[in-house]
């Protein structure tokens, strides 16, 4: 004979009771993007579908947007962050590693691959800017003993005129950067290449570019996230934030983004060669991740820069939290969410 064991029925209908008119979702409040389908699953079914992205399965589609080094911080950051991705099984990405051009005093603040492992990718970053320096002054040697000493699958290039024009000690551009990205191309062409904005985005024009390079992916680092021209502006003197603000309010989100994508992945046919995305910028949480990635006409992983940065100061146990209610809200969604047209 059936028999309850629901202890906790009454304390529940009591809390129930008490909560019911604070809990209440108006119409406009509904997240328009999915179709909720509770009757075609179970909770048995847990898991995320693997992928392969740049190479190496992932058990989940996230990525380690990147973040920092150098800094009284950032050994505790990274080595958290490489734990992580080890554990939920995603790639890394490092933050800038120009200092590590020319000195190793801060090596150990980016040396993530004896924590990651390597089932895993782990890529390098180096500035637009230090790229087309090291190819005129024939050093492309540095980025080579770089990518060795790190252990790194390959190199993320970030593309940041505006930053560097902001910044008060930035560099200026002898040619465009779509030019230094087909010389480091043609001169290493053994390095699998990422290439990102720095929190602005890229319109269309630029994207059709980049997709018809054989890069390792892009990564959108689109507006929504942290602004690194808007950060420069406020370390930067008040004439020139009254100035330069303007600037900052120039972008494309990851959204827009995607649907250039989308559209060029029609458009270029089989000029298309580069086929995998980075999402990132502006994504707030595993909603957000789950839609851009279903949405994506190619394979496509999400990256989280500052949410996993604000996790990943502390204790490796809250940063552990955080990416298991991530990884159990995108279960959910695999479950019961349909992503609309």
């Known amino acids: 004979m059936f028999e309850d064991q629901d202890k906790t029925a009454v304390s529940r209908k009591q809390d129930h009771i008490a909560l019911a008119f604070s809990s209440q979702v108006a119409a406009n409040q509904l997240d328009p993007r999915f179709s909720y389908e509770p009757l075609l699953s179970s909770h048995q079914a847990k898991g995320l579908p693997e992928q392969e992205f740049l190479g190496k399965r992932f058990q989940a589609p996230l990525w380690v947007s990147s973040m920092t080094g150098g800094t009284d911080w950032a050994k505790t950051i990274n080595e958290n962050l490489a734990r992580a991705a080890k554990q939920f099984g995603f790639g890394m990405g490092l933050g800038s590693c120009r200092g590590l051009l020319t000195d190793d005093s801060f090596l150990a603040d ?139 309010y120039i972008g494309h989100s990851a959204p827009q983004m995607l649907e250039f994508v989308n559209e060029l992945v029609d458009e270029l046919g089989d000029k298309l060669r580069c086929e995998q995305l980075i999402i990132s910028g502006g994504v707030k949480n595993f909603l957000d991740g789950y839609y851009l990635c279903q949405k994506s006409k190619l394979p496509a992983v999400y990256g989280q820069a500052s949410a996993l940065l604000k996790h990943a100061r502390g204790s490796y146990e809250d940063l552990e939290l955080f990416l298991q209610q991530q990884i159990q809200g995108l279960e959910l969604a695999h479950q019961f969410l349909r992503v609309l047209d």
């Open 110 to 248: 980016f040396q993530m691959r004896p924590i990651l492992g390597y089932e895993l990718p782990l890529y390098a970053n180096l500035g637009i800017a230090q790229l087309e320096q090291l190819l005129d002054n024939k050093k492309t040697e540095l980025i080579l003993r770089l990518i060795d000493k790190l252990q790194a699958d390959g190199l993320i290039v970030h593309v940041n005129p505006f930053q560097e024009w902001l910044q008060p000690e930035g560099d200026r551009f002898r040619y465009a950067p779509i030019d230094t990205i087909e010389r480091l191309l043609d001169q290493l062409p053994q390095i699998p290449l990422i290439v990102k904005e720095v929190g602005q985005g890229m319109g269309k024009e630029s994207l059709r570019q980049l997709l018809q390079l054989p890069l390792a992916a892009i990564d959108f680092a689109a507006s929504g996230g942290t602004n690194f021209a808007l950060l420069e502006l406020l370390r930067a003197d008040l004439s020139l934030k009254t100035a330069y603000e303007p600037l900052t």
